[in-house]
């Protein structure tokens, strides 16, 4: 088993982290966020991931996991480094690299024998050679005491989903390995040992080819979602159910039912920022990607189209001004608080700039939220309680479909709010249930 620093415990670094000391590895995850590491230290998790909280417990008890905010003592003892620090968009759209190069280059600096360096951070083509020319150039820094020292760049993609990425973790579909040398091969087996003797299929690749492999893969599926948004729209004009077409659809092998439900536009951390990137490499390439782009910009429509409809259902753009919404959920999916690219800021903004009052309620994100939508304060509420965001509400918006959302008491909520206008953004309800309490009932596509 190997001993592993993590860097950057974010998302994907903690749950990577807490997971391989599951899997038997000694790890150190790694922050330069001092809160975030005390809170780990003192037995907090720092964000909303269902199971994780029993993982991190169980490992930093066994002695498998710790946290710290010392990157070069973490080096020193660690033979794989997994660089898990964000990619954020840069304002080209291209991923900004600024964290992972400085992590490259603190390694570099500590170093002190053969390492593996993983970039599990997406990141586009080219960057695991980046990153070797970081480390190489730090190593020459130092001279002649860090004459020799060998190390490898590997590319490790990550495909967890935020809201399952324990389970995601534990039992990926793949584990995707850009590796050059049999050492740096034979060590990643080595991390991955569980996964690898439990047959889980892992494809090993070259460099450029597994950071392909997580573009290509998030795009495509940010496109299946963009489709199936595109033909509800056009099942509302011709009178069709899109939640029928696209059951029909998914039952063909070909296609899969998985990622073909409308709703108000896909969003997170990683969808909107890796089609841009996508997009951008394309560009700089000379190879447009012209799905790509397409989707990028029918994404962000599909968010302005929400809030059109919310507002022709009040009545109209002019008639919205004063009106109070209320708003469940706000996360840009259940099960998480991340509140990255989530479409109900776009849609809280449209709405908040044209008069209306939004009444928010989530289980988990609602710290998030209020920060990012600091634009609007003034005209945005929250509340923990579902019930007490409807409470005199012109207009209902289901817009993230946690459970508690799934299974509203539609009596009471008639009895709570002024008018009964339900826009189910996520289509949960069925029209004739919502209709027969007296609502008149929005969804997408049907
Ligand atoms: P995040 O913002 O949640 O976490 C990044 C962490 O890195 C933060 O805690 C930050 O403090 C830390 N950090 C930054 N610079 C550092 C440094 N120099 N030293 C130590 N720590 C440092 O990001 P995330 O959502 O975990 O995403 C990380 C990467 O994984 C991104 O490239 C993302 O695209 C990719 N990814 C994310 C998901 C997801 O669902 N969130 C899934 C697959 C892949």
């Known amino acids: 088993m190997a001993t592993i620093t993590v860097a950057g415990t974010g998302y994907v670094g903690l749950v990577s982290g807490a997971c391989l000391a599951d899997f038997g590895n000694t790890v150190i995850c790694v922050d330069n966020n001092a809160a975030k590491i005390e809170t780990l230290k003192k037995g907090g998790i720092p964000i909303y991931e269902p199971g994780l909280d029993e993982v991190v417990s169980r ?9 710290c905010t010392d990157m070069a003592s973490s080096v020193k003892k660690s033979d794989v480094v997994f660089i898990a620090v964000g990619t954020p968009p840069a304002d080209d759209g291209s991923a900004d690299l600024k964290y992972v190069e400085a992590v490259a280059r603190e390694v570099a600096r500590a170093m002190n024998g053969y390492k593996v360096i993983v970039d599990k951070s997406t990141v586009p083509v080219g960057t695991g050679r980046r990153v070797m020319n970081w480390i190489a150039e730090e190593l020459a820094k130092r001279g002649a005491e860090a004459k020799g020292f060998v190390f490898d760049v590997v ?39 569980s996964l690898y003797l439990n047959e889980t ?10 950071e392909m492999i997580k573009y290509a893969s998030n795009s495509f599926l ?24 696209a059951k029909a659809m998914g039952r063909d092998g070909r296609i899969g039912g998985k990622f073909l439900h409308p709703g108000p536009g896909y969003g997170g951390s990683c969808f909107p920022k890796d089609t841009q990137a996508m997009a951008r490499i394309g560009r700089d390439a000379g190879e447009p990607l012209s799905i790509i782009e397409t989707t990028i910009e029918a994404n962000e429509q599909q968010k302005r189209r929400m809030v059109e409809k919310i507002e022709a259902g009040l009545g109209g753009r002019a008639a919205i001004a004063g009106k109070t919404i209320a708003m469940l959920g706000l996360a840009f999916k259940p099960n998480t608080d991340d509140m990255r690219e989530a479409p109900s800021l776009t849609i809280i903004e449209g709405l ?54 799934r299974n509203l008491d539609l009596d009471r909520v008639k009895k709570l709010v002024k008018s009964p206008l339900f826009f189910d953004l996520r289509n949960v309800y069925k029209r004739e249930d919502v209709e027969a309490k007296g609502f008149r009932y929005f969804a ?3």
């Open 59 to 67: 490992n930093v008890q066994a002695g498998r996991l710790t946290f």
């Open 155 to 193: 590319s490790n993609p990550e495909f967890l989903r935020e809201g399952s990425a324990v389970q995601d973790f534990m039992h990926p579909d793949r584990v995707v390995i850009g590796a050059e040398s049999d050492r740096a091969k034979n060590l990643m087996k080595e991390v991955y040992r």
């Open 352 to 405: 908040c700039a044209d008069g209306a009052k939004i009444r928010a309620c989530d289980p988990a994100a609602i710290k998030e939220a209020t920060w990012r939508l600091e634009s609007c304060k003034d005209s945005v509420s929250y509340t923990n309680d579902e019930y007490d965001a409807m409470r005199d509400a012109d207009a209902v918006v289901l817009m993230t479909e946690w459970n508690q959302y």
């Open 444 to 446: 997408v596509g049907k």
């Open 222 to 245: 940010a496109v299946k979602i963009t489709f199936i948004n595109e033909v509800a729209n056009l099942c509302e004009k011709v009178g069709a159910n899109v939640q029928d077409v």
């Open 201 to 210: 299929p892992y494809i090993e690749t070259n460099i450029e080819t597994a």
